[in-house]
């Protein structure tokens, strides 16, 4: 589970970077100038672990593997169940506003010929796919203390599962939102980048060492971001 947790992250930030801050910075150089693009990057980038650092500050959610007093956010009574399914819930929403945004993107540039073109549907699709494949780990992570905590496999199951709700809705949001207001690309794409970051540095790579098997973990960070550097890269 550690190594997946790993390769998770190394999926995350391979996605940020390769299909996230790469477009951005690409898009910038057409409204600022190459020496200043970095700027609506940068801003957008700190936005993104602003907003979701500011969200896992609020809201009550309990990280797989820590004990029930451990609860992070706003003190509330709520059930281990409830507080588990919120946290994942919380860190899949910058992950399905990067899908949406990529696709949004690709959307705007293909419709208009704008610069959105910077971003391919192939690369969009890699997003998509390397999301997808790094949820595997994080649905395990909700549904197996579930199961351990003595619910069934089944509600286990539904859980992990419905903790992804939610990736689907911050998708719908991101392309409407990129494709309604072009100027806003460089800045959206490098936010989806910026979130996702921060869900890594914050849970992902610390629970992936949390159990000791900081070797396999670090194997599966670095195969999981060759995977979506192979995916993006050959599929562009």
């Not at 992950?95 to 010929?113: L, T």
Request: glycine share 10%; net charge negative; charged share 10%.
């Amino acid at each position: 589970c550690d190594s997946m947790l790993g390769a998770a992250g190394g999926v995350m930030i391979a996605a940020s970077f390769w299909s996230l801050l790469t477009p951005a910075l690409d898009l910038a150089q057409f409204t600022w100038s190459s020496r200043f693009a970095w700027i609506p990057v940068a801003i957008g980038f700190l936005l993104g672990a602003i907003v979701i650092r500011s969200l896992d500050w609020i809201l009550p959610h309990l990280h797989p593997g820590l004990a029930l007093e451990q609860v992070e956010g706003i003190h509330t009574h709520w059930r281990q169940s409830t507080l588990l399914f919120l946290a994942i819930t919380l860190h899949n929403i910058p992950e399905g506003f990067a899908v949406g945004v990529a696709f949004g993107a690709f959307a705007d540039g293909a419709v208009s010929g704008s610069p959105g073109g910077a971003m391919t549907l192939a690369s969009a699709w890699a997003v998509a796919v390397g999301i997808g494949l790094q949820n595997i780990p994080e649905g395990l992570a909700v549904a197996a203390p579930l199961r351990m905590s003595g619910l069934s496999r089944w509600k286990s199951f539904v859980i992990g599962q419905f903790s992804g709700l939610v990736e689907p809705i911050a998708a719908v949001v991101g392309f409407i939102a990129v494709t309604l207001v072009e100027t806003i690309l460089p800045y959206a794409l490098a936010f989806a980048a910026g979130a996702m970051i921060f869900v890594v540095v914050e849970e992902l790579i610390p629970r992936s060492h949390q159990n000791g098997n900081t070797d396999a973990a670090s194997s599966g960070a670095i195969l999981g971001f060759t995977l979506m550097m192979i995916l993006d890269v050959a599929l562009s």
